[in-house]
């Protein structure tokens, strides 16, 4: 069976200083993956995806992945955070099945923002 | 465009009481799904449904039921509430299954 593992349940990070979030998965074909962030309160955004093609990925408010077949990894990166950047993040791998498509997600890791 | 509606915002329970937790989605997706949310535990996938009259289990349905009438609606039943229930639920849905899942604000469940 598929899992994802985030391995950072806390980072805390300085304002304007760079963020990278670990993502690894187990999967045995070509995964689907994604990155999803949740604000204090809220559901899930998505924030980037990644299904073939180039392993860089570009997503909203200034993310990106990289896919790293090799190391099984997915992480997440921003050069700059703002202190907008303060969630809860989540990797999540898709699962193909003949009974219907579904995801499994990471424990999540909590993004702590400091003046 | 609403987008993904659940309702109620917050519940408390007791313990033995059964609720329904509403679900609605307005873009004509084919799947929808219900999450929980523990603490450092992301989201465990209770029920989905891959379009109106299809239902399957995730990986955490006991307690818990759905049906799907309607391609916007897909509620969930909780029978006989208890404590290891209390989490925040999440609905969700999505065109394909492989694209992008839209999440509803969730609804937090207290059962004493």
């Known amino acids: 069976a598929q899992s994802v593992t985030q391995p950072d349940i806390h980072i805390t990070v300085s304002e304007g200083a760079s963020l990278e979030l670990r993502c690894n998965y187990s999967?045995?074909?070509?995964?689907?993956l994604f990155w999803y962030v949740q604000s204090p309160g809220q559901g899930l955004q998505l924030l980037l995806k990644y299904f073939s093609g180039d392993t860089l990925v570009q997503g909203i408010k200034g993310f990106e992945a990289e896919f790293k077949r090799s190391q099984s990894s997915f992480n997440l990166r921003k050069p700059s955070v703002h202190w907008s950047d303060a969630a809860e993040y989540f990797c999540a791998v898709a699962q193909f099945k003949a009974a219907g498509n579904k995801l499994t997600f990471g424990g999540g890791t909590r993004v702590l923002v400091k003046p | 465009n609403a987008g993904v509606t659940q309702t109620p915002k917050f519940r408390i329970l007791k313990i033995g009481q059964s609720m329904t937790l509403q679900c609605t989605q307005d873009?004509?997706?084919?799947?929808m799904y219900w999450y929980r949310q523990d603490p450092g535990m992301g989201l465990k996938l209770i029920y989905y449904s891959v379009g109106a009259g299809i239902t399957d289990k995730g990986e955490v349905p006991n307690g818990y039921n759905v049906s799907r009438s309607t391609t916007e609606d897909f509620p969930l039943r909780l029978e006989l509430a208890a404590p290891s229930q209390t989490s925040v639920y999440f609905c969700?849905?999505?065109?394909?299954?492989?694209?992008?899942?839209?999440f509803g604000p969730g609804t937090r469940l207290t059962v004493t």
């Open positions: 969700a849905s999505s065109k394909r299954g492989l694209d992008e899942q839209y």
């Open positions: 999967y045995g074909a070509t995964p689907y």
């Open positions: 873009m004509n997706h084919n799947y």
